[in-house]
């Protein structure tokens, strides 16, 4: 039984999440005390118990304390068995904070299957829906195919959002006898990220259909790309209205780099960067701080919030190495949950992070 102090480094939920989808993929159970003591509503939120509860159904998963607000959790898993299901936060709870517990041990089931889940696409403290898909999953690509479709945007409060998630696993965790045989099926996989040259800067600026007569969507996007101009590259910003429960609106960005002049989609190299609009903040102000917070992210080929995501396909891929732009406490949360379940296999120098 692993046990886990919920209040070590960054104190947050990321712990319970890579424990809940490391546990479900190696088959370990563990134990987590002090879950999210490092924030004023401490305990478990709505999306934390719902990734409980799709684990419970996706590897007939048992568990103990999965309920709002509980600050201890035993979580014991079973066999990984794919198959259709839908998720329902009932809030506006992060989707993409949902996958960071759900999709990992979904990559490695037994067969295609599909995630269908309700909630918050686009909100305060995750990556949004768009980073998603268009960052993080090229990555995640390496070790199995994926296909990410926003059906409908949800923005806090009221949430709504609809997203479908295909996946179709190419190296699958049952077919393995013991881990350590999984892992080294993994190894072709292992991959370096290393800094190219910058092609093009893509993005989506996005809002409800309420805002679309105040022009939101495109004073976004032409603030964002009026702060990169000096990139002297293309910047093709797609501009997206919608339906949505509540009003919102955000802007996503993501740079393109490739070692040569032609883009690898084997070997992705993009940093992302975004902004979230809100009341009494104007348009124009939201593009132009996606638009910073990516220039600042530009320094490296793997981005701040990219590099803690990556750290659990670090873990399986190895040896792989990459240069972020920060190590943040995210990062090292991460690794110091995977180490947990893995033993010692990672090595920070500067901000170069490897693992062995």
Known sequence: MIILDGSHLEGGGQIARTALALSSLTGQPFRITNIRSGRKDPGLKAQHVHCVKALQELCNAKADGAETGSTELLFIPGKINAKNVTIDIGTAGSITLLLQAVLLPCMFANKTHKLT??????????????????????????????????????????????????????????EFETFEDFTAALKHKAFTIEQGKLICVKGTSHASKTL?????????????????????????????????????????????????????????????????????????????????????????????????????????????????????????????????FLGKMFKVEGNVIKTY
């Open 117 to 174: 889940l309700l909630g918050g696409t686009d909100t305060q403290w995750s990556m949004p829906i768009d980073y998603f898909a268009n960052v993080l999953i090229p990555q995640y690509k390496r070790v199995c195919g994926l296909d990410v479709k926003v059906l409908k945007r949800g923005y806090y409060p009221k949430g709504g959002g609809q997203v479908e998630l295909t996946i179709k696993p190419e190296v699958k965790r049952n």
């Open 212 to 340: 679309e007569h105040a022009k939101v969507a495109e004073r976004q996007a032409s603030a964002a790309k009026q702060a990169l101009s000096k990139l002297n590259v293309p910047i093709d910003i797609t501009i997206e209205y919608a339906e949505t429960l509540s009003t919102g609106s955000g802007i996503t960005l993501w740079a393109v780099f490739a070692r040569n002049d032609d883009i690898d989609v084997e070997n992705p190299i993009r940093t992302g960067a975004d902004a979230l609009g809100e009341q009494g903040k104007p348009a124009e102000k939201v593009g132009t701080e996606a638009a910073e917070n990516l220039l600042k992210e530009m320094n490296a080929p793997v981005d701040a919030h990219l590099a803690d995501n990556l750290i659990p396909l670090m873990a399986l891929c190895k040896p792989s190495r990459i240069t972020v732009s920060q190590i943040t406490k995210h990062t090292e949360t991460n690794i110091w949950v995977v180490e947990q």
